[in-house]
């Protein structure tokens, strides 16, 4: 399989993929030429450092919309797990179930990781914005999950994608 280029300018892997908020899919090619997207991958529903990371994002959604982008949600916990972090949380964008890590592979976040000397597979957290061309704006590698949510305002303010 070719390598996949996440680099900052490249054009962001489109994917299509179910959330906890109604029946359709989400697709990224959806928001080409209306919003720019801010798309962060977190490791798991409802562990401390995604709750933080995510109600962050919930706080700030409306000044993200301000800023004209829409937040997307993204770990390998399927729909109902999604739907009820969302519900304890009441986080008002879509959650994505990537539960076969097809996304979270294309987009480079998919990788090894060491938690006291036990090896495993999972999600790397990780926020890219992606610019309403479908481009990748900015990518926040191995987020720390404080102050990230102003991070990523500041960029789409500074920026706007």
């Known amino acids: 399989m070719p390598e ?41 529903d409802d562990t401390p450092g995604c709750t933080t990371e995510s109600c962050t994002f919930r706080d700030m959604t409306p000044d993200y919309e301000e800023a004209g982008a829409a937040i997307l949600g993204v770990s390998l916990d399927d729909v109902d797990s999604h739907k009820a972090f969302a519900e304890k949380y009441r986080l008002p964008f879509p959650l994505l179930a990537d539960t076969d890590a097809s996304v979270s592979t294309a987009y480079g976040v998919y990788k090894e990781k060491n938690l006291y000397g036990k090896t495993s597979m999972g999600i790397e957290r990780t926020t890219f914005v992606i610019d309403k061309e479908g481009k990748i704006a900015r990518v926040f590698p191995r987020v720390k999950v404080d102050q990230h949510g102003d991070e990523v305002l500041s960029f789409l303010r500074e920026n706007n994608p």
Do not use: M, N, W
């Not at 996949?4 to 994917?15: L, N, R, S, Y």
């Not at 029946?23 to 997207?37: E, I, M």
């Open 4 to 44: 996949i280029d996440i680099t900052e300018g490249a054009t962001a892997p489109d994917f299509e993929l179910p959330s906890q908020i109604g029946d359709a899919p989400v697709r990224l090619a959806d928001f080409k030429g209306k919003k720019a997207v801010v798309l962060y991958f977190y490791p798991k």
